[in-house]
């Protein structure tokens, strides 16, 4: 059974950088898109960015100048980096796989494994 | 960037009930539209993808339709875990993939 868990720190400063890593149990980073998803406190889901288990990355334009994310394959984790966090960046962060589902009108891509999320807060 | 409007934003409803909820996107998506069910503290659960097709190991108690910029959600005969929050999400253009604002089911 495939699982996913966040790991990092629960606290970081205002402009500090925000890290945290994804780790999978019970597959292979190989293959398939590997997100990371926030939800902010009354507010809904915010796609952050994804990034193939090749490196290729693709980021929520909103974000795309302070995130950057790494995948590292032999340790089946792939990581997020936020620069200059703000109180706005205290969120619900979760890390998801995307699979690709082959239907008539295409390949949809759906989030079938999600970890249980991580609580960060920005706060000095 | 495609935008979801969901509705309710919150509904309250009782054991047994039928409900429905509905995505609207701010742009035709064909059916490249997934649902979530959201519970704190638990990893968020994929229910349908495509619209309209099941996921593994959900209850059929759960279907949705729709295509192009408008879609629902349906869930017949509510249980007590069916409490919780539901999201729509397309993946039809991207970046970025979006969701929707989010549904709030609760215990009338």
């Known amino acids: 059974q495939v699982q996913l868990q966040e790991s990092g720190p629960g606290l970081v400063k205002p402009s500090e950088t925000l890290s945290l890593t994804c780790t999978l149990s019970?597959?292979?980073?190989?293959?398939?898109?590997w997100n990371w998803i926030r939800q902010t406190a009354g507010q809904g889901l915010e796609w952050i960015g994804r990034?193939?288990?090749?490196?290729?990355?693709n980021y929520n334009p909103s974000l795309k100048s302070r995130v950057s994310m790494s995948v590292d394959t032999s340790n089946n984790q792939f990581s997020l980096r936020l620069t200059s966090v703000t109180a706005a960046d205290t969120a619900v962060y979760y890390c998801a796989r995307a699979v690709p589902r082959s239907t008539v009108f295409g390949v949809v891509h759906a989030f079938d494994t999600w970890g249980q999320g991580t609580k960060v807060t920005v706060s000095s | 960037d495609i935008q979801m409007t969901q509705s309710p934003s919150s509904l309250s409803a009782s054991v047994g009930d039928r409900v429905t909820i509905t995505c609207r996107t701010s742009q035709t998506i064909s059916s490249f539209l997934n649902w979530y069910q959201l519970k704190p503290g638990k990893a968020p659960k994929l229910l349908l993808y495509a619209a309209s097709t099941l996921q593994s190991g959900v209850p059929s108690r759960f279907s949705g339709s729709g295509s192009g910029t408008d879609f629902t959600l349906t869930i017949t005969s509510l249980q007590p875990e069916d409490f919780a929050t539901y999201y729509c999400q397309q993946t039809y253009t991207t970046p970025p993939i979006t969701f929707g604002q989010g549904t709030r089911l609760d215990i009338k």
């Open positions: 019970g597959g292979f980073i190989s293959s398939y898109y």
């Open positions: 990034i193939y288990s090749t490196g290729s990355t």
